[in-house]
């Protein structure tokens, strides 16, 4: 059974840069495309970041040059970067990963909480 266990997240201030990580367990070189999403109180989960195999990473509009995400394929670990985080950030930050063999199945970790004060 592949799992995904994120850590690094907490409370910061305003202007912080906390660094989430994100190991699955399984082989190395195990998944494809491997990403993080948040879900905010009140609101619908939606995507932050999203990096292929190959380094090459998308962001959602609201991370406005903040976050980077980065991953260790090796390792199947995923990273993201959070800088000048806003108020508006906190939230559950989750982990995914497509696994590369069929049925290329996309797991979840079980979230972190990060939780912004101003």
């Known amino acids: 059974q592949v799992q995904l266990v994120e850590s690094g997240g907490g409370s910061v201030q305003a202007g912080g840069s906390p660094r989430l990580s994100c190991a699955a367990s399984?082989?190395?070189?195990?998944?494809?495309?491997m990403g993080w999403s948040r879900q905010r109180p009140g609101k619908q989960r939606e995507s932050v970041a999203v990096?292929?195999?190959?380094?090459?990473?998308n962001y959602a509009d609201f991370v406005e040059g903040r976050f980077t995400i980065s991953r260790d394929n090796a390792k199947n670990t995923v990273y993201l970067q959070m800088n000048s985080l806003k108020p508006e950030d906190t939230a559950v930050y989750y982990c995914?990963?497509?696994?590369?063999?069929?049925?290329?199945?996309?797991?979840w970790g079980q979230g972190t909480q990060v939780t912004v004060s101003s």
């Open positions: 399984g082989n190395p070189f195990s998944f494809n495309a």
């Open positions: 990096i292929s195999t190959g380094g090459r990473a």
């Open positions: 995914n990963g497509a696994y590369k063999d069929p049925p290329y199945n996309v797991y």
